[in-house]
């Protein structure tokens, strides 16, 4: 017993002497830890400076129930309830029981509300006892932030989040996304917390260690009025139609900011949301918007003119072994520019077939040299791979090059189709489109965006204006012509694209087509490029370009041409009105015959007859009752004024 008794004591003081230090450390590590603290995360404005996004901060209020001591917890508690029953409406003597049985439970993270705003959380720190502090009152503060749209489901995609798992994988969707790791997270906060069993932690004081640094506000080029133009046209669009999924893109012309981009796709239920962004990601078959590029290269490498006659026969041409059709039946001969006005397939398989089946290189080049074969490389995070096939390719055959002539064989994004489009309107400046224009801390910019030419001249100007003018054509007369309005001009291309067609025979049972629309306006100095592609409409509905997508396209444009004031130039001031002579005259003659008598004013614009009556000779005063031109006098003309004499007129 007494050796037993010697090593108990020997290993007591190994432990306290020995390795004190090192559990000591072991103990301290299991009950009091550093948290880390979220910063908030940066704010996403529009262009007009609204908000797109924003942290949200809430708050968790707890008390340590045995933190205060007994005589201060029975002196704060009744006006501690009554402070709570004010806030939360239970009575008073409810919180004193609860709070008494935490107490006589020895709870130290008793909860008081949760999920609280800032200023309810302002409020609750001010009650008694809390107000003392986590020290003094026991109060235990916990801060969590949650991310809102205030838009709702408007852009939400192209707004984007960022999300990361308990793995730490981080999930990044659109402008939020793509800057969220550089500008938007900022950087994490510490706070000592201490074990207080059962698992929970209680911060040990009522500061943090380490502040969090919020993170940069995020400026976007989005135009919040002309998103709602656009998310709302293609919604109606798509329900009405019955479409699977669709999407809009406004470009600004000049400075390639997107304006506004939506993307909506069908539910289970029938209603629509934004699901994915198709716009930027998804790569498919452009159909018959893609015959203004084949036409322009054929232009440029003066293989043809706009006047080549072109022979579409009766609908129907046999490409090596293989019919295209044109729909109804058929154009006959007609000259290369109104093959793209009548978006005849035959007419540009022809062109191309006809030109470059022997060095189908000199075509690919071109679209090469265009950089169609690229990503335009823009911000947001997914961007979908163009495929233009080449002699070699697994995709590639004699039918390839007349199958991509109008759009088949090939596959782009529709905001890569909208940036070449975009480069016709600019005068051949191909620029990438640009979601962000500016990164700020408040007011102080930490980084600025600029446009980014990717393509300084597409083509000469001869071919530039000559595609201008058949894209002008296809509104006023061609395909789009159900598009066209006196009131304000458009230019682009319409598109019906087969989809899903890998087994043709199933597909006429059931045809599925893409319906596009590509263009901008005004036709003439654009401000705005525009693409519109709508996925698998109902046939039983329609599903022509200029049907389904069209109508889309001009009511953007519409609804931007009324909601933005229109400046007109003046090119002479010192124009003659005969109308404003003859009321200078009348006014002039009247000044100068009345400088003691009253002068007939009735007829006259209310402010010209007060003007004419107090600069006679004589001081009268007038009263005008309404406004407009006078209809009454109160003396009759010609009467002999006296000084100081009431004149009372009376206007409509």
Same mark, same amino acid.
């Given at each position: ?368 040299? &265009? %950089?169609? #074969?690229?990503?335009?490389?823009? =911000?947001?995070? !997914?961007?979908?791979?163009? @495929?233009? $096939? ?116 199933? &597909? %006429?049972? #059931?045809?599925?087509?893409?319906? =596009?629309?590509? !263009?901008?306006?005004?036709? @003439?100095? $654009? ?126």
């Amino acid at each position: 017993m007494f050796v037993f008794a010697l090593a108990v004591v020997f290993k007591l003081c190994s432990i306290q002497f020995i390795e004190g230090d090192l559990y000591r450390e072991l103990a301290e590590k299991r009950t009091v830890k550093h948290f880390d603290i979220e910063p908030n995360r940066g704010n996403v404005y529009s262009v007009d400076g609204s908000l797109l996004a924003t942290s949200i901060p809430k708050y968790d209020i707890r008390i340590d129930a045995i933190q205060a001591k007994q005589t201060v917890f029975d002196d704060y508690l009744p006006a501690l309830a009554d402070s709570l029953s004010a806030y939360k409406g239970k009575s008073a003597s409810y919180y004193k029981d609860i709070l008494r049985k935490a107490r006589a439970k020895k709870n130290r993270y008793f909860l008081l509300a949760r999920n609280i705003s800032y200023s309810e959380y302002l409020r609750m720190r001010n009650f008694p006892l809390l107000n003392k502090g986590a020290i003094g009152g026991g109060l235990i503060v916990e801060q969590t932030t949650r991310r809102e749209h205030p838009m709702g489901e408007i852009a939400a995609r192209s707004i984007g989040y960022e999300r990361i798992d308990e793995n730490n994988y981080a999930t990044r969707v659109g402008i939020d996304g793509a800057f969220g790791e550089k500008y938007l997270q900022g950087k994490k906060g510490k706070r000592l917390k201490q074990k207080i069993g059962n698992g929970q932690w209680k911060p040990i004081a009522d500061f943090d260690q380490v502040e969090p640094k919020d993170g940069y506000d995020v400026y976007t080029t989005i135009d919040v009025n002309v998103q709602d133009i656009a998310h709302h046209s293609l919604l109606g669009q798509l329900e009405k139609y019955e479409a699977e999924h669709g999407c809009v893109v406004v470009m600004d012309v000049k400075t390639g900011e997107i304006r506004a981009i939506s993307n909506l796709a069908k539910t289970s239920k029938g209603t629509y949301y934004e699901k994915l962004n198709y716009a930027v990601g998804e790569s498919h078959e452009p159909g018959s918007t893609f015959k203004t590029i084949a036409m322009m290269a054929a232009l440029e490498d003066k293989v043809i003119d706009t006047s080549t006659v072109i022979d579409t026969k009766n609908g129907r041409k046999m490409f090596y072994g293989r019919p295209i059709n044109d729909s109804g039946k058929g154009h006959g001969k007609i000259s290369a520019a109104k093959a793209l006005e009548v978006s005849s397939n035959i007419g540009l398989a022809t062109i191309v077939n006809d030109h470059y089946s022997k060095k189908p290189e000199k075509f690919l080049d071109r679209l090469s040299k &265009w %950089k169609l #074969d690229q990503p335009l490389g823009v =911000s947001i995070i !997914g961007e979908g791979q163009p @495929d233009i $096939p080449r002699p070699g390719a697994e995709n590639w055959s004699r039918n390839a090059l007349p199958s991509m002539a109008y759009g088949y064989n090939l596959t782009m994004t529709p905001l890569q189709t909208l940036a070449f489009y975009n480069a016709i309107a600019n005068d051949g400046e191909l620029i990438k489109p640009r979601f962000i224009r500016a990164v700020k801390s408040f007011d102080k910019n930490i980084e600025t965006f600029k446009k980014e030419v990717l393509v300084d001249k597409l083509c000469s100007d001869k071919t530039l204006n000559e595609i201008k003018d058949i894209l002008k054509n296809i509104v006023i007369r061609g395909t789009g012509s159900r598009m066209y309005s006196e009131t304000f001009s458009m230019a682009g291309k319409t598109g019906t694209a087969r989809t899903d067609y890998a087994n043709y025979e199933e &597909w %006429k049972k #059931d045809k599925k087509y893409i319906s =596009s629309f590509a !263009g901008y306006f005004p036709a @003439d100095n $654009p401000k705005y490029s525009c693409i519109v592609v709508i996925h698998k409409p109902s046939t039983q509905v329609g599903y022509y370009g200029a049907d389904v997508s069209g109508p889309v396209f001009k009511r953007i444009a519409q609804k931007i041409y009324t909601d933005t004031p229109l400046i007109d130039e003046v090119n002479k001031l010192d124009f003659d009105n005969i109308l404003v002579e003859q009321d200078f005259e009348n006014y002039f003659t009247n000044a100068n015959n009345y400088k003691a008598l009253m002068p007939s004013v009735v007829g006259m614009p209310a402010m010209d007859a007060i003007a004419l009556l107090e600069n006679l000779q004589v001081k009268v005063k007038v009263k005008l009752n309404g406004s407009g031109i006078i209809k009454t006098q109160s003396i009759i003309k010609h009467q002999k004024l006296k000084p100081n004499q009431t004149i009372i007129l009376d206007a409509s």
